[in-house]
Nanobody, 124 residues
Framework: VQLQASGGGLVQAGGSLTLSCAAS????????MGWFRQAPGKEREFVAV????????DYADSIKGRFTISKDRVKNMVYLQMNSLKPEDTAVYYC??????????????????WGQGTLVTVSS
């Protein structure tokens, strides 16, 4: 499995940005596709996750209502639409893939594959 994240950049507070994650080699329909972020000096934290098949998704409380995770299985793409961005959303964003059980969907240590990360900077 290979993942490649893109779409980061500099945006003003209140603005929007869409991150993309190109996935290849996903041979199992049981994969979960997640977005995590890591700010300087902080641990990697969960942002959002969706099942590769179906519409089930989960969001961190800090971004709920502002971010939306989606996917295009034909194109093998996962997206993170980010609206109403805040300076505290500044971080390197990573997409990941895991075959863990749904109950462990927020655990970064359970993710088997990671993209290279894309930097999102939100200015105040």
């Amino acid at each position: 499995v290979q993942l490649q994240a893109s779409g980061g950049g500099l945006v003003q507070a209140g603005g929007s940005l869409t991150l993309s994650c190109a996935a290849s080699g996903l041979t199992s329909s049981s994969y979960k596709m997640g977005w995590f972020r890591q700010a300087p000096g902080k641990e990697r934290e969960f942002v959002a996750v969706t099942k590769w098949t179906g519409t089930t998704a989960d969001y961190a409380d800090s971004i709920k209502g502002r971010f939306t995770i989606s996917k295009d299985r034909v194109k093998n793409m996962v997206y993170l639409q980010m609206n109403s961005l805040k300076p505290e959303d500044t971080a390197v964003y990573y997409c990941g893939a895991t075959n863990t059980v749904w109950g462990r969907r927020r655990a970064a240590e359970d993710y088997d594959y990671w993209g290279q990360g894309t930097l999102v900077t939100v200015s105040s």
